[in-house]
């Protein structure tokens, strides 16, 4: 027999020093006016030189832990999705699991963008239905600050860094929690959104320094309609399944990349604007972190309730898309 996953406890970390567009004014050929109008970002938090993703994740962790009232020691998979890990290796949830005094799990990491935390909510769902995990921490990171070009305006004013996560269980009550997930990827535009240096392809060198080409690349107008698509499949794929329509929803996470690219899909979906969570203007796109944090703060706000039902949908670099359909 299935047991259903649920969400038991929600956690955010984001730390550092907070960027306003009028301090982006100051470094590149941008203004407050142009950011807000085609992004709706007005802040993001970059990390100090000490503080890398397992800080963050862990924190975010330890939050998630605490609101379920389960001990980190008793955590049987840790997933980390982040694509600026600590180090190439070994893996980030690794150091997670031991900062959350963990010896009985396993851990690693996925690198699937900005889908990175529900790549990994479908993945531990998978492990708690077949019953091998009690349970799995789930966790977003980026700090996307340290893979910026802060000359390439296309790029360095829309990202952020921080950190959210969940802790999956059994269902208290085996009728709540996850009901169902979508995930799904598409190589063939994985040029829009690259950083092409520092793997088996393009090894570091001092070229590859001097060019920037450890940073973030992006067509951002092209990567945008796609955004939009892709969300779109996910979500409605899952309300197709489980016979619902916009109006049902009662929350809506969608990744935030660009409030445009929200009201683009919230519009497609027919899901009204006071069942939105929106929080992009405080902390641009966390890629991976973006959901979480969003969840965690809906959670903590007294947004999302008991028996609400909740939807997340994310798209990111591969590119991958993704949703997940929650009753709380
Ligand atoms: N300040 C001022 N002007 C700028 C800036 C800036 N920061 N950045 C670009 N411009 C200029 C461009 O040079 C261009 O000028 P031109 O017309 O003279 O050539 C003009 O603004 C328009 O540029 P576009 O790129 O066409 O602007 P657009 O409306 O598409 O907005 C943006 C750009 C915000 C990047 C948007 O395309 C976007 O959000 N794309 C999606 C990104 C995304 O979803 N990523 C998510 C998935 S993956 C992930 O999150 C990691």
């Not at 690693?108 to 990175?116: A, M």
């Not at 799904?184 to 535009?189: A, E, Q, W």
């Not at 590859?208 to 067509?219: G, P």
Request: net charge negative; glycine share 10%; with cysteine.
């Amino acid at each position: 027999m299935e047991n259903r996953a649920a969400i038991l406890g929600t956690g955010k970390s984001v730390q550092g020093r907070a960027i306003t567009n009028q301090d982006l004014e100051k470094m590149v050929d941008t203004s407050d006016e142009w950011i807000t109008a085609r992004s709706g970002i007005k802040i993001r938090y970059f990390t100090d030189d000490q503080t890398a993703a397992s800080d963050l994740a862990t924190e975010a962790g330890r939050q998630a832990l605490e609101m379920a009232g389960v001990d980190g020691a008793d955590v049987d998979l840790f997933i980390v999705g982040t694509v600026t890990p600590d180090f190439a290796y070994p893996a980030t949830a690794c150091l997670v699991q031991h900062n959350l005094g963990n010896k009985k799990g396993a851990g690693f990491d996925q690198e699937t963008g900005c889908s990175g935390f529900l790549y990994g909510l479908t993945i531990g769902e998978q492990f708690i239905k077949t019953g091998k995990c009690r349970y799995v921490l789930a966790i977003g990171v980026e700090c996307l600050s340290k893979v910026m070009n802060m000359q390439d305006r296309g790029t360095c004013v829309l990202f952020g860094d921080g950190a959210g996560a969940a802790l999956l269980g059994p269902s208290p009550d085996g009728k709540s929690g996850i009901l169902d997930t979508f995930i799904k990827s598409d190589g063939s535009l994985g040029d829009l959104l690259k950083q092409p240096a520092g793997g088996s392809r393009m090894p570091a060198s001092i070229e590859t320094v001097t060019n920037n080409l450890h940073t973030i690349h992006m067509k951002g107008n092209k990567v945008f309609p796609l955004a939009v698509r892709c969300m779109e499949e996910a979500a409605t794929t899952l309300m197709n399944r489980l016979g619902l329509t916009g109006e049902d929803l009662d929350v809506l996470i969608t990744h935030q990349a660009n409030l445009r690219i929200i009201q683009s899909l919230q519009k497609r979906l027919q899901v009204p604007d006071d069942k939105v969570f929106v929080n992009i203007d405080k902390y641009g796109n966390t890629s991976a972190a973006s959901i979480p944090i969003a969840m965690d703060e809906a959670v903590r706000q007294g947004i999302i309730k008991k028996g609400n039902l909740v939807m997340l949908a994310s798209f990111g670099a591969g590119f991958t898309w993704a949703s997940a359909a929650i009753r709380w």
